[in-house]
């Protein structure tokens, strides 16, 4: 009879890292009127009316407002693509992002 060797077969499980989350921030200003911002919350964000008039006024209170949290990606393009519906208006409207602590 032969002795065979066997060997255990090891398995690697590689760690996927979650992706980074980036906040969403409006930035409050004097010129864009409330009614639009709701507006581009609602229709950008898809926010209920309630939920954007909430963070439209916790913006023009506090001068900023978290409206979201996102990747990174989904986030700078949601914020561009904001901050372009307020410039195609006229208004200086403006949708930062800044990593998730």
Do not use: S, W
Request: charged share 30%.
């Amino acid at each position: 009879m032969i002795d065979a060797v066997t060997k255990p077969k090891t398995r690697v499980k590689t760690k996927v890292e979650r992706p980074r989350l980036h906040k969403v921030i409006l930035v409050n200003d004097d010129y864009t009127p409330r009614e639009f911002v709701v507006t581009v919350l609602k229709a950008e964000f898809r926010m209920t009316a309630d939920q954007a008039h909430k963070v439209m006024i916790t913006a023009h209170r506090r001068g900023v407002c978290v409206v979201a949290v996102f990747t990174k990606d989904v986030a700078e393009t949601k914020a561009t693509r904001a901050t372009d519906a307020g410039r195609a208006k006229g208004y200086p409207l403006l949708f930062t992002t800044e990593p998730e602590e």
